[in-house]
C-alpha cells in the first residue's frame, strides 16, 4: 500500500501553474516536525521539508486565494518516485507526495 498523510505548514506560497485547457497544477512545499528525547534528554526538534503536487483546476481554485506560507494543512495522497537530469547532468531522483485531497486546518 502506497499511502501518506502529513500535517504540517506551507513553507512558501504555492506555485500554481495554469496550463488553459482545464488543467492546474499546485506545488507544495511541507514542513512537517517530529520531537523526540536528545541524548542529554533535552526534546529535540527535527524539521523534515516535503514536494507535494496537486492536480486538479476545480480543487485549486479553491485553495489558490486561501493558501500562504505559513497555512497548517493536512495533505493526503501517495509518493511518487522521479528521476531526471540535472543542469549538470547528473541523474538526481526525487521523492513527492501525489495530493488526492487537502485540508486548511486554519479553516
Known sequence: MNKVELIGYLGKD????????????????????????????????ETQWHTARLWGKQQIDKIRNYLIKGSHILVGGHLEYRTFQGRDGQTRSMTMIRVNYLVDLDR
Open 14 to 45: 504555492p506555485v500554481i501553474y495554469d496550463y488553459g485547457n482545464g488543467t492546474a497544477l499546485a506545488i507544495l512545499r511541507l514542513a512537517t516536525d517530529r520531537f523526540y528525547q536528545g541524548r542529554e534528554g533535552k526534546t529535540v526538534k
